[in-house]
């Protein structure tokens, strides 16, 4: 047995050192990103960081995230990204301040969310694509061709160097969330991860949920006239036009190839004076004096048909997240735009995207062993569940998936949270009665429920 020299013994030395220095470096990269404390906000005893991640060091290209840790116990709980849609609209404006963070602000202040998600899991919110909120590139031609491809790959790259800020979080169970456009975000990025796990095994990736999401565009849009239909927005004769002469997924592929035919235009005319400018669209039981932060999409609703909602309260959000003292907490700056906006103004993204399914990426990741959870708020219109229960219920048949949890009811608290069924025990669908398109802003316990539910792997409750 060979001795052990001085040489051997300094080698060694200088490797810990180096391995030490690393470890130090990178704890100093997630420390620079740490709030000491948001204006206006609450005492708290978690940490929460924001900053920026540069995704492309030649184009000067980054993108802006939010993080809070699990009020209690980080260490034990999962890492879950949130993703909103749009394509364009701000995870930090709508999901952080508005749906499912910590805080929602109030006038100069911010009031703690009781049903917060990171009561259960650490929450990151990321601003993607390039030019959504504070995310942004030096290269404004960056945003002329920004599609689902490009927008995959920079989330790939975020998450990579950001668990270089953060490598205690390097084997933490790793959940992708989001709704809306994310329909299309989430499962592809959780296909790119599975890919690179295979070169190299770095995402811990548990599963992914999706709230109200465009999986198919045409079963997605045009169950919408059944939804119009079914609960009075639109009459017979219109219901009969909308789903025989021209759907809306006909539409939308001709608005979007710039070529409406005059009878398109008729038929959505009516369906537009029928509904109302008066119904928000994305919860058709609540009434119109809501922030225009709720509207998520430009793709989800082009111009000619979408009705303007009527905003009679103070946008609180934008308001907060435009404050200099709110930036500065944050570290965050506006480059090539004077405001922070919930949805970008200065996207220009492919929108023929929207008609790519990603309901077959789904199926992928089932067959790899990732669970999938598909959720809609019922009073949505913009992607009904009727939708999302017809496409969930084909691709579980398509795998040969048994039920393994029947349709049935389940509880929050001693009320009826919504609707669920399983199969195989990999894939799941549930409404949450009463939410809107952003579930957890409309019913945040009922959400909470579910999430946690989620997490967990287990049934949504039976009963109260």
């Known amino acids: 047995m060979p001795s052990i020299t001085w040489k051997t013994i300094a080698m060694s030395l200088l490797a810990l050192l180096l391995l030490s220095s690393l470890a130090f470096i990178e704890a100093s990269l997630s420390q620079l990103d740490r709030i000491t404390r948001l204006p206006g906000q609450p005492q708290v005893g978690f940490q929460q960081y924001a900053g920026y991640v540069t995704v492309d060091a030649k184009q000067q290209r980054a993108l802006f995230y939010y993080f809070a840790e699990a009020e209690i116990d980080p260490a034990s709980k999962p890492l879950v990204l949130w993703l909103n849609g749009g394509p364009g609209c701000s995870s930090l404006g709508v999901g952080a301040f508005t749906e499912n963070g910590p805080f929602r602000p109030s006038g100069e202040i ?29 290269d404004t031609s960056s945003y002329e061709t920004v599609n689902d491809k490009i927008t995959g790959i ?102 979007y190839r710039g070529s409406v035919s005059p009878v398109c235009s008729r038929v959505m005319n009516q369906v537009s004076k029928e509904t109302s400018r008066f119904v928000d669209k994305y919860d058709v039981t609540l009434d119109v004096c809501i922030s225009s932060v709720f509207s998520q999409s430009k793709a989800l609703n082009p111009q000619q048909v979408a009705e303007t909602i009527d905003v009679c ?22 480059v090539g735009v004077r405001r922070w906006a919930v949805c970008s103004n200065i996207l220009d993204y492919e929108l023929l995207d929207l008609e790519i399914p990603t309901i077959t990426i789904v199926g992928k990741l089932i067959k790899a062993g990732i669970p999938v959870l598909v959720y809609s708020g019922d009073q949505d219109s913009v992607i009904p569940l009727t939708g999302s229960r017809t496409l969930v219920h084909g691709l ?57 539910s989620f997490l967990e792997g287990r049934p949504l409750p039976e009963a109260f």
């Not at 950001?162 to 490598?167: D, G, T």
């Not at 309260?313 to 506006?334: F, M, P, S, W």
Request: charged share 20%.
């Open 154 to 255: 920079d989330n790939l790259v975020f998450l990579q160097r950001w668990l270089v800020k953060f490598p205690q979080f390097r084997n933490t169970s790793l959940y992708i969330t989001g709704e809306s456009y994310a329909g299309h975000y989430v499962p592809q990025l959780a296909e790119l991860m599975l890919q690179f796990n295979k070169k190299r095994n770095l995402f811990n990736l548990k599963g992914i949920a999706l709230g109200n999401p465009v999986l198919e565009f045409a079963t997605d849009f045009n169950s919408r006239a059944e939804y119009f239909w079914s609960h009075g927005l639109i009459s017979d004769s219109t219901y009969k036009m909308f789903t025989f002469t021209c759907n809306y997924s006909r539409y939308v592929s001709e608005y």
């Open 110 to 138: 911010l009031v703690r969310n009781e049903h917060s998600w990171n009561g259960e899991a650490n929450m990151l919110y990321l601003e993607t694509p390039i030019g959504v909120g504070f995310s942004y590139s030096k």
């Open 313 to 334: 309260v103070e946008d609180e959000t934008v308001n907060y997240l435009n404050r200099q003292d709110v930036q500065k907490a944050i570290h965050a700056r506006l």
């Open 396 to 452: 579980a048949e398509e795998l040969g998936l048994a039920t393994t949890v029947p349709y049935r009811v389940w509880f929050a608290g001693n009320q009826v949270g919504g609707w669920t069924q399983v199969y195989g025990n990999i894939l799941s669908f549930a409404t949450i009665r009463g939410a809107s398109h952003e579930a957890p802003f409309s019913q945040p316990e009922r959400s909470l429920v579910l999430f946690k």
